[in-house]
């Protein structure tokens, strides 16, 4: 759950000769509660008005200003953080996300969290355990490379994982998906009645792009 957005109100985004960028939500989020199919309803190579890398580059710089003094506003108010979950297939490009749209973050109000293969002590443990644990307080804003979505995805396609977190036995036999859903659902709007904005970002490339890289 995150806060209600209004996905079909125009934005505009400004350009760094002067031009403005105009779009909805709608172009690139997914709507709580809707099933979508990443081929057929999402372009990977949709690129809004910018028309090659240069400008890119060019629209990230001139807003990572805009993004560092919004970070002095949260510090300063301490009320509230911000917490953006990247997801994304291999070769996607998290790492780079991080290193170029937060390039003018001031590190000391920013941490970045990468979940692997879980320790022993974390298998010791609820799996939201180590989440938690890397939440940002107030004031501060949480990167999650990768997140707690691969306990319903690559967990889920191999099983073998699952069984490293001893689990109790489940009286209805269909596994522990349904329940992890409920559960990550309560746990995220717990975090936003709490002050945490969730920002949740899938970086879609195509799959011939990702046989280039």
């Given amino acids: 759950m995150t806060h209600a957005l209004d996905f079909d109100r125009e934005r505009r985004l400004a350009l760094p000769e002067g031009g403005v960028v105009r779009f909805s939500l709608r172009q ?18 949709f690129s809004g008005a910018l028309t090659d890398k240069e400008s890119a580059r060019e ?11 919004l970070q002095e506003k949260l510090y300063a108010q301490g009320t509230h953080a911000v917490l953006l979950v990247l997801q994304g297939i291999d070769s996607s490009g998290k790492d780079g996300t991080v290193r170029h749209v937060l390039s003018g973050v001031n590190p000391q109000g920013c941490r970045v969290s990468s979940f692997k293969a879980p320790s022993s ?3 010791a443990h609820d799996y939201l355990w180590r989440v938690s644990r890397a939440l940002p307080a107030r004031g501060m804003i949480g ?26 036995g489940d009286d209805d036999g269909a596994g522990p998906w349904r329940r992890r ?3 990550i659902n309560d746990f ?4 936003v009645d709490n002050g945490i904005s969730i920002v949740k970002v899938f970086l879609n490339i195509s799959k011939e792009e990702q046989r280039k890289r």
């Fill in 143 to 168: 990167i999650f490379n990768r997140s707690h979505y691969e306990e319903v995805l690559v967990v889920r396609v191999h099983p073998e994982f699952l069984a490293h977190q001893r689990l109790p």
């Fill in 59 to 69: 629209y990230v710089a001139h807003n990572v200003g805009r993004l560092a003094a």
């Fill in 188 to 191: 995220e709007r717990y975090l």
């Fill in 121 to 123: 002590e974390e298998l």
């Fill in 28 to 45: 690139l989020a997914v709507e709580p509660g809707t099933q979508v199919v990443l081929g057929r309803d999402f372009d990977p190579a």
């Fill in 181 to 183: 859903f409920r559960e």
